[in-house]
């Protein structure tokens, strides 16, 4: 039995701090607009990243699993390649999540790719055969090779027009990844090309369902110009990674790996207190 997950239906702001946001009232995953942009962690989570640990699984590591929006070098790399690539600016409480997972940020595995879905992730003949069994999936590859405690799953883009195809195959990725004892952290897709903003409710209600932490990008490039997108209104606009850089945080690239950096860090840090 699924546990409803509490969300705040009030206006977001991206917090300065990670600490866990108050929640007052449930809210339906219909409403996932006004869900909070840093994840709500529940026991459920915590339990998984417990069994996780008894599982042998890398505290310091989390695996990328999705297509260009996460896959792009220009997502969360600076963050392994030194303090000559990014700056922090007023938000240097993130520093010990930086540290921490050092080396997964740079990281690409197995299951992040440009033009992945949910179909190419579990298909088996899009394996890197060098480093991959036969017959094993990219995702199935990726959590063997990486042991991962943590996984961000940034996926739909890809998929607007095939959305119980999509609904599928998170259902797929979401059941490997909870049956690995791996803490998922879910991503809204910052583009509505569906028209109808259906692929981010699938994305919310999953994980509302599940029970698991959702990163709701989508809301945190909202007050942006032109809401975070190119003309295309799909793709995100650019920035550099200095978030004490009033222009640089005017563009979605910029905020992406703000609000990824901080939901990681709430997750991080929620599964590994005691609430």
């Not at 039995?1 to 206006?11: F, G, K, N, W, Y």
Request: with cysteine.
């Amino acid at each position: 039995t699924s546990v409803a997950v509490l969300r705040t239906s009030q206006p977001v702001i991206v917090p300065t701090n990670t600490e866990a946001p108050i929640v007052p009232q449930m809210v339906s995953c219909e409403e996932w607009q006004s869900w909070p942009v840093i994840p709500v962690v529940t026991d459920t989570a915590r339990a998984l990243y417990q069994r996780g640990q008894a599982d042998a699984k890398a505290p310091h590591a989390f695996s990328k699993i999705g297509d260009g929006e996460i896959a792009a070098e220009w997502f969360f790399t600076a963050f392994d390649l030194g303090q000559d690539y990014y700056d922090l600016g007023p938000y240097q409480n993130l520093v010990p999540v930086i540290e921490h997972f050092d080396g997964s940020f740079g990281r690409l595995g197995m299951a992040a790719r440009r033009g992945f879905n949910t179909e190419r992730i579990l298909d088996p003949s899009e394996n890197d055969q060098e480093l991959c069994d036969s017959g094993e999936s990219p995702l199935a590859c990726e959590l063997r090779l990486h042991r991962p405690a943590f996984a961000i799953l940034s996926l739909g883009t890809n998929q607007v027009g095939e959305p119980d195809e999509f609904e599928q195959g998170m259902r797929q990725i979401l059941d490997a990844l909870l049956s690995e004892n791996i803490v998922p952290i879910l991503s809204t897709k910052g583009d509505n090309l569906e028209g109808d903003h259906r692929i981010n409710q699938t994305i919310a209600c999953l994980a509302q369902e599940y029970d698991i932490p959702l990163w709701n990008f989508w809301s945190a490039i909202q007050p942006l110009p032109h809401h975070g997108l190119q003309s295309d209104l799909e793709h995100l606009t650019y920035g550099i990674t200095d978030f004490g850089d009033e222009h640089a945080m005017q563009s979605a690239w910029t905020n992406r790996n703000l609000t990824a950096l901080q939901a990681l860090d709430a997750v991080w840090r929620e599964v590994t207190t005691q609430p």
